[in-house]
């Protein structure tokens, strides 16, 4: 599975940004995209994911500003994040997950990042 990423750039604080993520390649049929974020210094983390049935998670700082949605025709994955802070300054990584019925993980992929800065 290859991720393109795109969408992301410079905003002030309180403004907003949407990230685009598709996928192409040997897509499973059981699987959930995402986006995770890791700013300097800091390890990766959560933002946001949804499986193709479109059960979604948010991680708690992330709830109420960041919407997460997918057009699986399309095979892409957005993410529409509002209210920035200068917090949320960091490379945004697509994340493609292939599980089992019994969400045994089979296959995990990762896109190259995207920078989004968020100016105070």
């Known amino acids: 599975v290859q991720l393109q990423a795109s969408g992301g750039g410079l905003v002030q604080a309180g403004g907003s940004l949407r990230l685009s993520c598709a996928a192409s390649?040997?897509?499973?049929?059981?699987?959930?995209m995402g986006w995770h974020r890791q700013a300097p210094g800091k390890v990766r983390e959560l933002v946001a994911t949804?499986?193709?049935?479109?059960?979604?998670n948010y991680a708690d700082s992330m709830k109420g500003r960041f919407t997460i949605s997918r057009d699986n025709a399309k095979n892409t994955v957005y993410l529409q994040m509002t209210s920035l802070k200068s917090e949320d300054t960091a490379v945004y990584y697509c994340?493609?997950?292939?599980?089992?019925?019994?969400?045994?993980?089979?296959?995990?992929?990762w896109g190259q990042g995207t920078q989004v800065t968020v100016s105070s």
């Open positions: 390649g040997s897509i499973c049929g059981i699987n959930a």
């Open positions: 949804i499986t193709n049935t479109g059960s979604t």
């Open positions: 994340n493609f997950r292939c599980t089992l019925p019994n969400d045994y993980i089979v296959g995990n992929y």
